[in-house]
């Protein structure tokens, strides 16, 4: 990629690396209304000023661009689902509350999901010295979606994290142009007092497992580290492309790591000596370089305003409880403003949350009869209408009028995962055999929302029980191996192990019919790192 300017940043590493936490303030925006902008790969809502929200979405698609750069990866453009909304909350006590954490250690979070894949922040201020910790997160978060939805193929944690810290240490500069591979400065004070992580324990994760104690470690700044190194360093040239390789074809992380690096010992002495020099390189690209598509804002309408904070409750994600809570507040905004579309979208997500299913049904019409473009509310419907169908007489007609709000849907984005999803549903529920063709919407459903673990766990569960072993155990690895899949991510690989024992062209299923019905939240706190 000689077309890619590698400069050298000028930094003192170690001094200014200690001296860019001071720089992580939030800015406090001046009163505005609420607006969203939209772009080829992120929806943004935020109660700013629409010049500071077209910006920082422009900013965004530059990001996304310059990966895609330095990935290798073609422009390709997501179906309106596919991309990411991010909502800006305000400050971080209500990030906290959000993510229901008291700690104060959550400075944003993104929760992975094929209905569409939702991103929290607090106030963002783009325009300062460095980049703000709260987007630091975000695009640490942005690099996981974009490194799953660009590969299928599972890489080690070390791998997987510091990539994402190589990336998330961008700036964007004043001149629209990017900088990529910075130093990492969020991870100052775990590089400078945090306990060590050598190379052969970021290699070698059942040695780390071994070593690690209780006290916070510095895997993180390790990890983005050795990946810096191996990046920049003009003698280990291509051996961080050939290791991945060697991961990709089934070769274990320590034999693929002592193949394609040698000796451990004399890397680990070599990447000390590069964190202690004093200057490091870094990707600058120019506008030019990393070209984005347009970038559209447009104000809510006062109903929407109003009910945009009840609203990013509901997108977080509400238990029956919170939701019967919130129902009396929303209900109150939706009277005031009965003829707002995306109000009435919002009541239905509401009230479908609440458990009543009829008054989601009705609100949900009640939307789409003014707007027949309002995708959420298809979306509601059609939840409300399959919970119903549970305990109907006549499943099969319940199940094709359930099926209804989703195939509207699907006329209007024909590469939405849901629709796919729920005719898949549509006979596992029923206690039917899926088709054929709901076998292949299932399977094109989790290669549109790769980054839904809950998604790709069915698809996989459903290849086994067709005797296609080596596939489902394919699909299956990158959920085994996420380092914040916790024990969605231990049972992905009890299930893997089990699949490894039986002959290629053998079904096998842990149990008749098993639907796989989960959300993972990805929370990046501090030491961690749905369309209208």
Request: glycine share 8%; no cysteine.
């Amino acid at each position: 990629m000689q077309y890619m300017p590698l400069l050298n940043s000028g930094v003192d590493f170690m001094r200014f690396l200690l001296a860019g936490l001071a720089a992580a303030l939030v800015a406090a925006p001046a009163h505005a209304d609420w607006q969203v902008a939209e772009s080829d790969h992120f929806v943004v809502y935020a109660d700013d000023r629409p010049q500071d929200v077209k910006e920082f979405a422009e900013g965004l698609e530059r990001y996304h661009s310059a990966m895609n750069l330095l990935q290798g990866r073609d422009g390709t453009k997501p179906s309106p689902s596919g991309r990411v909304t991010i909502f800006v909350v305000g400050n971080q006590g209500k990030i906290r509350k959000l993510a229901g954490d008291d700690s104060g250690n959550i400075a944003g979070f993104y929760v992975p999901r094929a209905s569409g894949s939702v991103a929290f922040v607090p106030d963002i201020d783009m325009g300062g010295r460095e980049t703000d910790f709260s987007v630091t997160v975000l695009l640490h978060e942005y690099a996981h979606h974009f490194l799953i939805s660009s590969s299928p193929y599972a890489l080690p944690r070390w791998l997987n994290e510091g990539a994402a810290e190589f990336f998330a240490s961008a700036k964007f500069e004043k001149d629209g142009g990017i900088s990529v591979g910075r130093p990492a400065y969020h991870r100052a004070a775990e590089l400078a007092y945090a306990k060590d992580v050598s190379v052969e324990e970021l290699i070698d994760p059942d040695l780390y497992e071994k070593n690690k104690g209780k006290r916070f470690d510095a895997f993180y700044g390790r990890a983005w580290a050795l990946v810096h190194y191996l990046w920049f360093s003009p003698e280990r040239k291509g051996q961080l492309g050939a290791y991945q390789r060697a991961i990709f074809a089934g070769t274990e992380s320590r034999k693929a790591a002592i193949d394609t690096f040698g000796d451990l010992d004399i890397l680990q002495r070599e990447v000390d000596r590069y964190i202690d020099q004093r200057r490091m390189s870094v990707y600058r690209f120019t506008s030019d370089l990393v070209p984005i598509g347009p970038v559209t804002v447009r104000a809510l309408s006062e109903g929407e305003g109003e009910m945009m904070p009840l609203r990013i409750r509901s997108q977080r994600g509400v238990t029956r409880e919170q939701a019967l809570e919130l129902l009396p507040e929303v209900r109150a905004v939706a009277a005031q403003y009965p003829a707002d579309a995306g109000v009435l979208t919002a009541l239905a997500e509401a009230e479908y949350d609440a458990g009543n299913d009829a008054e989601a049904i009705a609100a949900a019409d009640r939307a789409i009869a003014i707007d027949p473009a309002r995708k959420n509310a298809y979306v509601q419907k059609g939840y409300a209408l399959f919970r119903q169908a549970e305990g109907a007489d006549d499943q099969d007609a319940a199940y094709a009028a359930a099926m209804a709000p989703f195939s509207a849907l699907n006329r209007l984005e024909n590469d939405h995962p849901l629709p796919l999803m729920y005719y898949y549903r549509s006979f596992v529920e029923r206690g039917e055999t899926p088709n054929e063709n709901a076998r292949h919407a299932l399977e094109r459903a989790s290669q549109l929302a790769p980054f839904d673990k809950g998604l790709r766990m069915n698809a996989a569960l459903m290849q086994a029980s067709e005797g296609k072993i080596a596939l489902a155990r394919y699909n299956i690895a990158p959920i085994a191996s996420d380092p914040h899949g916790g024990r969605f991510a231990e049972r992905a690989q009890r299930y893997r192990d089990a699949m490894g024992e039986v002959e290629e062209g053998k079904p096998w299923h842990p149990g008749v019919g098993e639907m796989v019905d989960v959300e993972i939240a990805d929370i990046a706190s501090g030491p961690d790192g749905g369309d209208e």
